[in-house]
C-alpha cells in the first residue's frame, strides 16, 4: 500500500511517533561460501560431496561438514580404498586441504593412487569434422544427430542420482597427474612414523590414536578450520581420510579376539573424533575391516558413533561371483546408518536393493531391480 500523501517529504522527526518502533526484522545468517560445498535443501547443513555422484545422492546429498562416514570394507579392501581415494580426490579438484592417515600404506602411496578427473574440455571436446562421403546412408548422418544430441550428458549415469550435478567425475583407470596433486595441500600421518609407548592400565584409549587425534586437533587449530576461529575470506574444508582403523597395525586387537582386551579403545577415539569435527570446519571417511570384527555388539556402538555408515560386500571370491543374478554387478552395498542432523527425522534412501560396480571405468552405486529413467530412455530411443 502506498504511503500517506501527508508524511510524504517530511523529515523523519515530524512524522508519526508510531513509525518509530523497535520491531526489526529478523534475516537468516549468512551461509559460508566455500568452493566445492553446498547447502542441504532439507536442513541447511554444508555439504560436500565423496567425489561417487550416485553415493552423494544415497546419503542425502553428500557428506555434511562436521560428520563422519565409516565404511565397513569389503574382504580385500580394493572397493573400500577405493571409495577413499574418490573422496582424497574430490578434495584435491575442489582445493580442498587433506589429511591422510595409515598404519600399513605410507598416505603418499596413497595420494599416488588418487583417480584421474574428467574435465568438462575434455568432455566437451569435439572431434574435427571430416569429408562426408556421397555414397554415407542416411541411417549414419542420423546415427551422427543423435550422438551429437547427447554430446552434453555427463559420462556416467547412474540410477541414483540427483537432478542437479554435485561433485566432479573420476576415471579410474588412470591416476592422477602429479601437477594437480601436488597443489593440493595435504597433512599426513604414517604410524611407523610415530613412535608410540603402551598405554597406561588406566587409558580407555590407544597410544596409536591418542597420538592421531593429537594430531589431527593440532592440524585444525594451527591452520583455522576451527570454528571459533576468526572469521576470514580464505575458509576452507578439511578432508580427513582414516585408513582401516581397528585393524591389528594400529595395535588394536578387535579385529584378533572375540572378547576383545582394547574394546573400548576404537569408541572412545570416535567420541573425540567427533567432538571435534562438530566444532570445525572438517568432515572424515574412516574405513574399518568389520568382516574381521566377531563381538557384533561392539560393532553395533562403533555404527552408532558414526553419522553416515555403509558396508561394501564384494563378490570376489564368493559363490556370488559366479551366480547369474549378479553377474551385472560387482557387489552389494548396505546402508547401516544416515545422519539425522537438524531434523527429527532423517531421510531413508528409495532404493533397498543397492549394489555397486565398476562401468566404463567409474565406480557406481545402482538399485538392483531396475535400471535408471535415463538409461531407459537412451536405450529406447
Not at 517529504?9 to 508510531?18: C, L, N, W
Not at 542441504?40 to 546419503?59: A, R
Not at 576451527?226 to 579385529?255: F, K, Q, T, Y
Not at 552389494?332 to 566404463?360: T, W
Request: contains cysteine.
Amino acid at each position: 500500500m502506498a504511503a500517506p500523501m501527508s508524511s510524504v517529504g517530511k523529515p523523519s522527526a515530524e512524522r508519526s511517533p508510531f513509525n518509530n518502533t523497535s520491531f526489526q526484522k529478523k534475516t537468516r545468517s549468512k551461509l559460508i561460501s566455500i568452493p566445492g560445498t553446498r547447502p542441504s535443501v532439507q536442513n541447511g547443513q554444508l555439504l560436500v560431496s565423496t567425489g561417487v555422484t550416485s553415493l552423494d545422492y544415497l546419503l542425502g546429498g553428500g557428506l555434511a561438514v562436521g560428520t563422519v562416514l565409516l565404511i565397513e570394507e569389503d574382504r580385500y579392501d580394493s572397493y573400500s580404498r577405493m571409495i577413499l581415494k574418490y573422496f582424497l580426490a574430490e578434495g584435491v579438484v575442489c582445493r580442498h586441504e587433506l589429511y591422510v592417515a595409515a598404519a600399513q600404506d605410507n598416505p603418499d602411496d596413497i595420494l599416488q593412487e588418487l583417480p584421474a578427473p574428467i574435465l568438462d574440455d575434455v568432455a566437451m571436446h569435439k572431434p574435427a569434422e571430416q569429408p562426408r562421403l556421397s555414397r554415407e546412408p542416411p541411417d549414419g548422418l542420423d546415427a551422427m544427430k543423435i550422438a551429437w544430441r547427447y554430446q552434453n550428458l555427463p559420462k556416467v549415469q547412474t540410477a541414483l542420482a540427483s537432478s542437479s550435478r554435485f561433485g566432479h567425475y573420476y576415471d579410474v583407470s588412470k591416476t592422477m597427474e602429479p601437477e594437480i596433486r601436488q597443489a593440493a595441500k595435504c597433512h599426513r600421518f604414517y604410524l611407523p612414523e610415530h613412535p608410540t609407548q603402551s598405554s597406561p592400565p588406566h587409558s580407555t584409549m590407544l597410544e596409536s590414536y591418542s597420538a592421531l587425534l593429537k594430531s589431527l586437533q593440532e592440524v585444525i587449530n594451527r591452520e583455522g578450520f576451527d570454528v571459533a576461529a576468526p572469521m576470514s575470506n580464505s575458509r576452507n574444508i578439511l578432508r580427513i581420510g582414516l585408513h582401516s582403523l581397528g585393524s591389528a597395525l594400529w595395535g588394536d586387537d578387535l579385529c584378533c579376539h572375540d572378547n576383545p582386551k582394547n574394546g573400548r579403545a576404537l569408541t572412545t577415539f570416535l567420541y573425540g573424533l567427533r567432538a571435534l569435527l562438530r566444532s570445525s570446519l572438517s568432515v572424515a571417511v574412516v574405513t574399518l575391516p568389520s568382516h574381521l570384527i566377531q563381538d557384533r555388539a561392539l560393532m553395533g556402538s562403533i555404527t552408532r558413533l558414526c553419522d553416515n555408515a555403509i558396508a561394501l560386500e564384494s563378490f570376489k571370491g564368493s559363490e556370488r561371483e559366479t551366480n547369474p543374478l549378479y553377474k551385472d554387478y560387482h557387489g552389494l552395498i548396505h546402508v547401516r546408518q544416515v545422519p539425522h542432523l537438524n531434523c527429527l527425522a532423517s531421510k531413508l534412501p528409495d532404493h533397498k536393493d543397492l549394489a555397486f560396480k565398476l562401468k566404463r571405468k567409474q565406480f557406481s552405486i545402482e538399485g538392483r531391480r531396475g535400471r535408471s529413467t535415463c538409461c531407459r530412455r537412451s536405450s529406447e530411443r
